[in-house]
């Protein structure tokens, strides 16, 4: 299954951005975490339902910071965990202005069913796509 059809899927489950990039990193590191799951629901439609900042970036600081973030309080983080974090809030916020004129849940899709069944599937895909690429390329991943 590719991850368009794995995303769709995951909406299909009820499932929207901030579950589906867990779910997906869960997918790709083999592990379940239901609970992990479970919290990233406060990130779908804007952090809290908001319609403020879209689910896909906060999801994907959250993304990068599984791997790059300080695990415990005996370690640090990763010193590629600011650069990291700094490149995909900036590559997001560029996509999303140009491609939405914001990086808000309300200016991606409003309150249009529609837009988010339009929309949200590729921002979703692109955001996986993106924090991949950022940690592989760090060798990360």
Excluded at 37 to 62: E, F, K, P, R
Excluded at 109 to 128: F, H, L, W
């Amino acid at each position: 299954m590719d991850l368009e059809e794995r995303i769709m899927e995951l909406s299909r489950y009820g499932y929207a951005c901030g579950q589906i990039l867990a779910i997906l990193l869960l997918d790709t590191v083999g592990e379940e975490n239901p609970k992990l799951t479970q919290c990233m629901q406060g990130l779908n439609g804007g952090i809290g339902g908001s319609g403020d900042v879209c689910g896909c970036m906060a999801a994907g600081a959250c993304l990068i910071s599984y791997f790059t973030g300080k695990p415990d309080e005996r370690s640090f983080e990763s010193a590629h965990h600011k650069a990291a974090l700094g490149d995909f809030t900036k590559w997001f916020t560029e996509e999303m202005e140009l491609e939405y004129m914001g990086i808000d849940c309300r200016d991606i899709v409003g309150t249009n069913p529609a837009k988010k069944v339009q929309y949200c599937p590729s921002i979703i895909a692109s955001t996986y796509k993106k924090c991949m690429e950022i940690l592989e390329s760090r060798g990360l991943l």
